[in-house]
Each structure stands twice: as structure tokens, then as C-alpha cells.
């Protein structure tokens, strides 16, 4: 529970609002902060609909729904800069692993997974880091993956695109020190959903309730931090293996 009202979370953007850890991320804080209003976009607006219901029924929450392809976004030519209103949190889960076999011999594949995880994703965080917002009190959380720590063979696409992520916020997060605007940049190990399952031990894993309770006990926290806790200490071992080793992964 929230013991300091000044903590409180009142408006949330999300951008990935379809994810698992986005949808257990809203339900926190319309249950512990009595968030009231959300702004939530994604590719499917269908997908948000149990989400909807469950803010507006159970909650009495306020919900705007956007639609947005992220791939569409990382088009130089034909994107455009999205407006991003004013909010409290902004909230950046969206990604995807793809098909990380096929984007090994299809060029189209390989660039999707760059537009979904890091280029596409660039506008919006550009639009919402304006140089009038980060002078205020705000915070942005923005979730990479600890796959972002070193090239594996099994997915050095997804890794490349989420590690481009992490550098942008950090130099982001560089910017904003000294300034009321957190950043907060989310090095995620496994979160139990549909992208993971049968692709990572369980013992591993960590479910999205768990991340959003853990996330919502220090709400002002900027900078990097791995999550759970302890993927810090095996992305440590991992950076030390040899290639030998870490060709298998």
C-alpha cells in the first residue's frame, strides 16, 4: 500500500498497453494509487478492451485508447511525430522477440524487430522528453531486457535493438540529472507471458504482478535498474564467460 499521498500516481500513458506487465502495471495503480485517468496505445485496440473494462468498471478510471504500429513509426519517410499529452508516468513496455530465426535470412524480419523494440519506439520518447516537460515533475519508465547486455546467437536481433534502447535513455536519463523529470530505464529478465512461454526456465521467470508491485514501491527511482534484482548478478557472470560458452546460449 501507499502510505505517502504525494507518491500517488493520478494520469498514466502507456505505450505497449497490450503487454502482460503493461496491463498488471494499470491495475496497480488504479488499486494502490487511485490512478483515474490512462491513455493507452497499441497496434490492437481490440486486445486493450479486457484491460478497459477492468479500469472502468472495477476502478472508475478514465481511458483514451490510440492506435499505433511501431513499425509504421520507424518510417522515415511517411511517420510522424506523435502529441503526446500530459501525464504523470509514461510507461514504455512495447516490444517484441518476432521471429528471430526467420530475421536471420529475411531482411523485412530483422528491420521489424528493430521498428518494434527500439526505432519505432524513439518518437514517441522524443515527444514526450520535450525540454517544457522534463523542466517539471514527471517520470518515464522505459523497459529494455537484460538481453541487451551481450550478443547471443539465439537473439542478437532483439538484443541489438533493445541495447540501441537502453543507450538512447541513458543518455536521456544523463540529460535529466538535476531535473525534476525521472527516467527510469527497466533491464527486465524473463516476465512469465505468452512471448516466454517455452522459451525460459520458470525458475527464472517472474510473474507481471510481481514486477508492477516491486516498480510501484519506489515510484521516483531513476536510472537503470535490473529487474528482478538479481539479473544484475548473472548478466555479470554472463559478460565474464568465454565465447565458448556464450556461442551456446
Known sequence: MIKNSAQKIQSTFVLGSTS???KAICIELAKNHHCKRFHLVSRNLERNQELVNTLENQYNA???????????CANIKNSKFPKVDNFELYLITAGSINNLDLARTDVSKALEITASN???IIPWITSIASKERISKKGML???SSVAADKGRPSNYHYGAAKAALSTFCEGLF??????PFCIRIIKA?????????GKA???????????AKILLRKPNRRGIEYLPWWWKLIMIIVSFMPRSITSKL
Not at 478514465?62 to 509504421?72: H, P, V
Open 20 to 22: 502482460t506487465v503493461a
Open 141 to 143: 519508465w522505459v523497459f
Open 201 to 211: 526456465p520458470k525458475a527464472l521467470c517472474i510473474d507481471a504482478n510481481s514486477v
Open 174 to 179: 544523463l540529460r535529466c540529472v538535476g531535473k
Open 189 to 197: 529478465g524473463y516476465i512469465t507471458s505468452s512471448m516466454t512461454k
Open 62 to 72: 478514465y481511458i483514451t485508447l490510440e492506435k499505433a504500429d511501431l513499425i509504421d
Open 118 to 120: 527500439y526505432s519505432g
